[in-house]
């Protein structure tokens, strides 16, 4: 970079959950680590960027959100005025900052994000994760933004480049992070490990199977750590069963886990990809099916197995733990096909493709 310029400053937008938000980081954290780059987020007092953002030694700052109604009603009387309002408030942080580019994640925050930086002239980069586009991704490529996927065929023009990923994911398990996890979890070195969340909000249906197959799996010598969502009761532990609402170290939960039971979001298949952890996939059963699409390429390399949410009983839940984790074999084919799966290195790539747009 050169030392006649100011510092570069870049906006990413990506709020909501921890699928938008995670990506959004990683490449903060490349930007700021391999160019000196001063980054700021884009959120909304919504989601969970709230903590995840000021956590990762980010500033946040926040704007209305914008969600897009999908059938008519007052909502959608007020969205110009709603666009409005965040379009003008993007555009002030976009002033504040310096920003010379921008990058988003989809999301409530970013399509007003692709605006502000149309509007006042500087790069933007539309990144979507999924293996279907969003709304607000496909309105920023429209907008003249230049397209990142992490697959193709996503209905969304653009390079393909994979998924961003946190630093300290990938490679060889972390000896250090296997400690801290098995000290903060209070988990048995001579048991294996099932890690099991429904994402960021936790899942219902997820909770509901573990209930109801806990009791088996803990009978089979199996240890359960189990993220339930903080806007879920959080059950009783028990030798052997640890849940909680939340893990904000997900290092430590990746390297001590011998098999993870979790939905299939984008990010989360590439976290757990890189992490060389088999997998057992429960697709969210809502949306445009892209949860199982995100799966695909994995479970066809023999890295996992997917379960549909409808078929998600204890019983199915069960068998299929006890199926992986009660025969080495099995589970050492489907780790080593997820070490195989090649996860590039998507955050590098985008912020050397920023630092170019913005002249440094």
Not at 91 to 103: F, N, S, Y
Not at 136 to 161: F, H, I
Not at 266 to 272: K, L, P, Y
Request: charged fraction near 20%; proline fraction near 6%; hydrophobic fraction near 45%.
């Amino acid at each position: 970079m050169s030392s006649s310029k100011e510092p570069l400053s870049v906006v990413v937008a990506g709020g909501g959950t921890a699928g938008h938000i995670e990506p959004a980081l990683a490449v903060a954290e490349a930007l700021r680590d391999t160019y000196g780059a001063t980054v700021t987020a884009l959120g909304t007092a919504r989601g969970l960027e709230t903590s995840l953002v000021p956590d990762r030694g980010f500033d946040l700052r926040l704007i209305e959100p914008v969600p897009v109604p999908r059938t008519p009603n007052l909502d959608l009387v007020k969205l110009p005025f709603r666009v409005a309002k965040s379009l003008r408030q993007a555009r002030q942080v976009l002033r504040d900052t310096g920003a010379h580019a921008v990058v988003g994640f989809g999301g409530y925050v970013s399509a007003p994000a692709y605006l502000a930086a149309r509007s006042v002239g500087i790069p933007f980069f539309v990144h979507e994760a999924n293996a279907r586009a969003g709304m607000a991704n496909k309105l920023g490529v429209r907008l003249g933004g230049v397209g990142l996927n992490a697959t193709e065929n996503s209905g969304m023009p653009g390079q393909v480049v994979g998924i961003p990923i946190r630093q300290g994911l990938g490679g060889e398990r972390n000896d250090e992070a296997v400690e801290r996890a098995r000290t903060r979890w209070d988990l048995d070195a001579d048991r294996p490990t099932v890690l099991v969340t429904g994402g960021s909000q936790g899942s219902v249906s997820i909770n509901a199977a573990v209930a109801g197959a806990l009791d088996d799996l803990l009978g089979a010598d199996i240890q359960v750590l189990h993220a339930v969502g903080k806007r879920n009761s959080l059950p009783s532990a028990c030798p052997g069963y640890v849940p909680v609402p939340f893990i904000e170290d997900m290092q430590a939960a990746y390297a001590v886990a011998d098999l993870i039971v979790c939905r299939s979001g984008a990010m989360t298949v590439a976290e757990v990809t890189a992490s060389g952890i088999p997998a057992i996939y429960v697709p969210l059963p809502h949306g445009n099916g892209e949860q199982a699409l995100n799966a695909s390429a994995v479970i066809a390399a023999g890295a996992a197995k997917l379960v549909d949410d409808a078929d998600l009983t204890p019983e199915r839940l069960a068998s299929e733990v006890r199926d992986i984790v009660g025969n080495p074999a099995t589970l050492q084919q489907m780790a080593a096909a997820a070490r195989t799966s090649t996860v590039g290195d998507a955050a590098g790539v985008i912020a050397r493709l920023v630092v170019s747009a913005a002249g440094y």
